[in-house]
């Protein structure tokens, strides 16, 4: 039984709420004042509430005096919350059935009001997503994620995946893959189903980036899979002369590739981006460092190419413009330290970054790279590749 409680003062009577009730009884002594009517709760007075299905319950009071009546709620079940004026929440298996009081006042008098919540099982019960929101991963280690889900009614949720990154792939209801240098954190959606009801989850995936040197062990990846294509026109063939740093030799501590185009060559787009920068002035002397000729790409996980030692004058595209695999952004030049050998430098860089040493660089291959490819998948330094269609 809730104690009676002393609301206000009505001319020579008191106002005193009492459970759902709003009594009014007459206090001596008190002067005759303006009359006041009580706000009266006109919500529901239950509601009824299914195992694991979301109950929603929107609280209202109207006032004869059109006075404010502000409502509120002193204690809430545990499996409910409050917003504004509305309750919601999701009883779990063999939660009880309970009631919790609506108040309304407008400043001197309250009504009350006992909302009884009967919690019920339902016909169906929806699966129940049970694995981890998060998931953590590392660059070049290998990455496993197990989606995981109930149903009270017995039997295995179908399990449903979308949103992977680029480097992973789903089977049944797990994801594995590799994270290369640069991979950005990203999110993947789980669905469980029981054929009528479903649980979706949206799991974070953190990408943990290495510090120091560059894993010169890295594992490329299938060359099919590879968001990028030759960087010099398609039916065209080149040799790369210098490699990656492992095994085949060539950029020290860099993922990095040079390929032989000669003198005005079209150097085109690997992979659909957006231009950030472009040096354009710079001699084809061949033997001055830091005076290279370069277009830079950003693609949209953030990685950015950079297309180097351009002939002076010949760039395609200015900054912002939009690139696809195939466009022509210069011709191949003689600019910057080449050794006295025109050539294209092209280099990968992690998300983000706006420092472009090689502990930042990535290794990268080509979807369309007609040619050999050594056991950790990347071109190798003296032979020479065609670019497919």
């Not at 280690?141 to 889900?149: I, M, R």
Request: charged share 15%; hydrophobic share 40%; glycine share 10%.
């Amino acid at each position: 039984m809730l104690k009676p409680i002393i609301l206000g003062v009505v001319g020579a009577f008191g106002v005193v709420a009492c459970g759902g009730e709003t009594n009014v009884t007459e206090v001596p002594g008190t002067p005759n004042g303006a009359s006041n009517n009580p706000p009266n709760v006109t919500s529901a007075a239950s509601v009824v509430a299914e195992e694991l299905f979301e109950v929603v319950y929107v609280m209202a009071a109207s006032d004869p005096d059109q006075d404010p009546v502000t409502l509120r709620i002193p204690i809430l079940p545990a499996w409910l919350s409050l917003s504004g004026d509305t309750v919601s929440g999701r009883p779990q298996i063999g939660e009880s059935s309970t009631s919790f009081t609506v108040i309304a006042s407008d400043g001197k008098l309250a009504d009350t009001l006992e909302v009884a919540v009967e919690v019920r099982m339902p016909a169906n019960y929806p699966p129940l997503i049970t694995s981890a929101a998060r998931a953590n991963a590392e660059e070049l280690l290998g990455f496993s994620y197990v989606a995981t889900a109930v149903d009270a009614d017995g039997g295995a949720p179908t399990i449903a995946l979308s949103g992977l990154p680029f480097w992973a792939s789903a089977s049944g209801d797990t994801v594995t893959g590799t994270p290369p240098r640069g991979a950005a954190s990203s999110i993947i959606k789980v669905v469980a189903s029981d054929g009528q009801f479903t649980d979706s989850l949206l799991v974070s995936v953190n990408v943990k980036s290495l510090n120091g040197e560059i894993q010169c062990k890295t594992d490329f990846g299938d060359p099919a899979l590879s968001e990028y294509v030759l960087p010099y026109t398609v039916g065209r063939t080149f040799m790369v002369r210098q490699g990656n740093c492992f095994p085949n030799g060539g950029h020290n501590n860099w993922f990095a590739y040079d390929f032989d185009t000669p003198m005005g060559e079209a150097i085109t787009a690997s992979r659909t981006g957006i231009v950030r920068s472009v040096q354009n002035n710079f001699p084809d002397s061949g033997n001055v460092s830091g005076q290279e000729n370069t277009v830079w790409v950003t693609h949209s996980d953030g990685t950015i190419v950079r297309y180097t030692h351009l002939m002076q004058g010949t760039a395609r595209v200015a900054v912002g413009d939009s690139v696809f695999p195939g466009d022509t952004v210069g011709l191949s030049g003689n600019s910057g330290a080449t050794g006295g050998t025109p050539h294209l430098h092209i280099a990968l860089f992690k998300a983000g970054t706006t420092s472009f040493g090689r502990t930042n660089s990535l290794p990268m291959n080509f979807s369309n790279a007609d040619g050999p490819h050594d056991s950790l998948n990347q071109l190798i330094m003296g032979s020479s590749y065609t670019a497919l269609p």
